[in-house]
């Protein structure tokens, strides 16, 4: 095997230097033997990226690469801001080594954009709204922390899969549309939709309810439908919400201790502070939420749902989260002491005390 290279008469030890290469120029070959036999020399080529060159705060060389025009060889360059090779290197496999790490950067890349795309897709099929499914750029920044990301590529392997109907992008969302076979339809009519002055009844009975008042009855919302209600500042302390969906309701500082809300779907809906002490929610999808600052512990929230919900500053200690999925909801902004990811072992646990 035969190559060129500089060779350092006999020192006490081979001295090298970190390199960072910020820019890559291709010279022509009577240029780059110039540069290679007179490295002392002003050069326009170098004067042109001087500001580039220099030795930073960690003490790494910001260097341009100059390869030789159709040929492997290349010359690092620190001109620390003059015109000449104030320090060089001489590599025989220069652009080897280059086009080696530029292909491990897109092998990353792809790899990256394949594992948000494979996520996408997964969670679009499990967390559709009606056969629609959308999430925005800063979602997907917040959740996968891209270093490379390319939208324009992502539109289009998203248009690829065959369970998508349609995609569009709008430069700050992706909607999708599922094509029939992963679409999912939720029959409401299996809900019994609830008018605004039924609610109001049922509301004011528990509060009588919960005072043993005469006329009082426990509030029960199982399988009904409520949309667009104020709950806001309301005591449910104990209420039955078993199979009902709330849609676009406003849970604001209510109290829901005790509750019941076993298969529970809350649809976009407030539930800012709301007190919800030892809840069950086992099976309940919490889709579109706000639940900032929300007083949950020791709820069992087992097989639950946080879709696209806020749970920033909420308070889950003691709470069991057996098989809880988080889909577009950062749970670490959550208070998670002592939580429990075996339901079994929290309800035994739970038995003792209360023996």
């Keep these: 095997m035969f190559f060129q290279t500089s060779l350092d008469r006999n020192e006490q030890q081979a001295t090298t230097q970190y390199c960072s290469i910020v820019k890559v120029v291709e010279l022509s070959e009577n240029d780059f033997n110039l540069l290679k036999n007179n490295t002392m020399k002003n050069f326009d080529f170098i004067a042109e990226y001087a500001n580039l060159m220099h030795k930073d705060e960690t003490g790494t060389n910001r260097c341009v690469l100059y390869l030789r025009e159709n040929y492997d060889e290349g010359i690092i360059v620190n001109s620390e801001g003059t015109e000449f090779a104030k320090s060089f290197a001489y590599l025989p496999q220069a652009r080897t080594l280059y086009l080696a790490d530029e292909s491990f950067t897109l092998q990353q890349f792809m790899k990256s954009m394949l594992h948000i795309r494979n996520d996408i897709v997964d969670k679009a099929v499990k967390d559709q709204d009606e056969g629609v499914f959308k999430i ?12 490379i990301f390319s939208p324009t590529l992502l539109y289009e392997m998203l248009r690829d899969r065959i369970e998508f109907d349609t995609v569009e992008f709008d430069d700050e969302e992706f909607g999708m549309r599922l094509s029939s076979e992963y679409a999912m339809f939720e029959d409401e009519s299996v809900y019994r939709e609830l008018e ?17 008042e005469p006329g009082g009855v426990q ?10 209600y104020d709950f806001s500042d309301r005591s449910l302390n104990s209420s039955i919400l078993n199979n009902a969906k709330f849609v676009n ?14 298969h529970t779907k809350f649809v976009d809906c407030s539930m800012i502070r709301i007190t919800g002490e030892e809840m069950s929610c086992r099976r309940t999808k919490f889709k579109g939420c706000n639940l900032f600052m929300a007083m949950l512990t020791h709820s069992n929230f087992s097989d639950a749902l946080f879709s696209r919900t806020s749970v920033s500053n909420a308070n889950f200690t003691n709470c069991c989260i057996d098989n809880t999925e988080w889909i577009h909801t950062d749970e670490n902004e959550a208070n998670l002491r002592n939580i429990s990811m075996d339901e079994q072992a929290w309800s035994d646990e739970d038995m003792n005390m209360t023996m």
Excluded: R
């Design 136 to 147: 925005d750029l800063d979602e997907i920044h917040k959740f996968y922390k891209p270093e």
């Design 196 to 212: 605004k002055e039924e609610i109001d009844i049922m509301v004011a009975k528990h509060i009588l309810w919960l005072y043993d």
């Design 219 to 228: 509030a029960n919302f199982s399988g009904c439908l409520v949309s667009n």
């Design 249 to 262: 309701c406003n849970f604001t500082n209510a109290e829901l201790c005790f509750s019941i809300a076993d």
